[in-house]
């Protein structure tokens, strides 16, 4: 008899994940499908990086590493947070992990508790609602549409907090919706969380590199948020290498103990390869990033005028990320054949197999009336999938 922990069984699978495998088993099939589903770069890992993989390899860096990762790694983490955020992170501060997911989770896990409730502004990442439900936490989604270009603002926060609630986890640039918050919309919630000293900041920075406004601020930079912020981040979106699984955390000592605490009976410290990877990253020329965010850049100008073609589609223009999200509610009610589109599942469906484009519905990021589209992909996929969808959109009546 099948007897899962009810932990285990009201876990959703991640919905990102899952369009991104059907749609390579549709490609394994034969069929032509340009994905734009999983958000991940499309380029290599840049060659200084992949050459201090090798070295590592050679060098015999061949042991288990300290469970929250190299000193040496760390140190090169504290030397980034300190140059490009102006912040003053101790390598004790620091836990590495296996990628940012593992330590999102983990900060989540180590601070939050039964019944705490946990501030999602949506649409959000689709993995923090499971992540706050395994620590059996209570998600408070917190709506901002596309009306208000997907950001929260002060009063909203100052409404939707209570006397349980332990954290907010803010991410900017967004995964879903390319949405990044200005330094005077950052104060604007500072000014609201200086009210409520015991609620926690987790800070998903994951796409901080990934940004068009010229300028990443971080929540943590507000000399207020000292020892209540969290940081995210990691080198999977930045360098270009998600399958080496290197993410941090970096936030108040109490926090990162925990966070070890959980990681040395769960896991252990990541791959020493990937480490000594990641250190080369941190320390290497910076060149290579904005070499990936100025074609970043050009696909967003690309895939946005492309969009706005669609009849039926409305977007609020990314700032971040490499995603676009837009609102496709006009779309529902109608047909193509037998085919109704009632909401966003079934019109990424129909985009799947009707037009072989797999984008992933904004159901599961908490917007039942969007669709997302990554566009961490070539020129060439973003004209023809964007062709495809709009021939799809045409076809209904
Ligand atoms: N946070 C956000 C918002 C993301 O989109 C991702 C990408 N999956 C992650 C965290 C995790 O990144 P990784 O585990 O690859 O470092
Ligand atoms: N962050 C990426 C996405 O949202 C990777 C997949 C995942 O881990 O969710 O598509």
Redesign the pocket.
């Known amino acids: 008899m099948e007897e899962l922990s009810a932990r285990l069984a009201a876990l959703s699978p991640s919905a ?1 994940l899952a369009m991104s495998q059907k749609s390579q088993e549709l490609k394994a099939q034969g069929f032509d499908v340009i994905n734009l589903s ?3 770069p499309d380029f290599n890992t840049p060659d200084h990086i992949k050459t201090a993989a090798k070295q590592a390899i050679d060098d015999n860096f061949s042991f288990y590493t300290a469970v929250p990762g190299y000193m040496s790694l760390r140190n090169a983490i504290s030397a980034k947070l300190k140059r490009e955020n102006h912040l003053n992170f101790t390598p004790q501060q620091i836990v590495v992990g ?7 989770c983990n900060v989540i896990l180590a601070i939050v508790d039964k019944g705490d409730e946990v501030i999602i502004p949506t649409p ?2 689709v ?2 609602f499971e992540m706050v439900k395994l620590a059996e936490g209570v998600n408070v989604a917190l709506p901002a549409g596309i009306d208000q270009n997907f950001k929260i603002t002060g009063d909203q926060l100052e409404s939707a907090i209570t006397d349980k609630t332990k954290a907010i986890i803010l ?1 900017s640039p ?3 919706t390319g949405a990044v918050y200005s330094k005077e919309e950052l104060a604007d919630l500072v000014r609201v969380l200086k009210k409520h000293p015991r609620v926690m900041v987790i800070a ?1 920075e ?2 901080e590199h990934i940004n068009y406004i010229g300028q990443h601020y971080s929540i943590a930079e507000f000399p207020e948020m000292e020892n209540r912020v969290v940081i ?1 981040n ?4 930045a360098y270009a ?2 399958g080496w ?3 941090y955390m970096a936030g108040p000592t109490w926090v990162a103990k925990a966070v070890s605490k959980l990681q040395g009976q769960y896991t252990s410290g990541p791959s020493s390869i990937a480490q000594k990877a990641a250190e080369a990253a941190y320390n290497g020329s910076q060149d290579c990033v904005s070499l990936m965010r100025q074609a970043f850049e050009d696909r967003r100008n690309l895939i946005v005028s492309l969009i706005k073609e669609i009849p039926g589609f409305q977007i609020s223009v990314p700032d971040g ?1 490499f995603y676009v999200f837009p609102k496709v509610d006009q779309l529902f009610g109608k047909k193509y054949g037998d085919r109704v589109i009632n909401d966003a599942n079934d019109l990424a469906m129909y985009f799947l197999e009707e037009g072989l484009v797999a984008s992933v519905s904004g159901v599961a990021f908490g917007d039942p009336n969007c669709i997302r589209f990554s566009y961490a992909t070539s020129s060439e996929n973003i004209r023809e999938a964007m062709r495809r969808v709009k021939e799809c959109v045409e076809k209904l009546k």
């Open positions: 990102t999983v958000g991940e296996n990628g940012a997911k593992q330590e999102v959000a990442w993995s923090y991410c967004s995964n879903p998903d994951i796409y995210i990691g080198v999977s979106k290498m998600t699984r290197i993410g990320a």
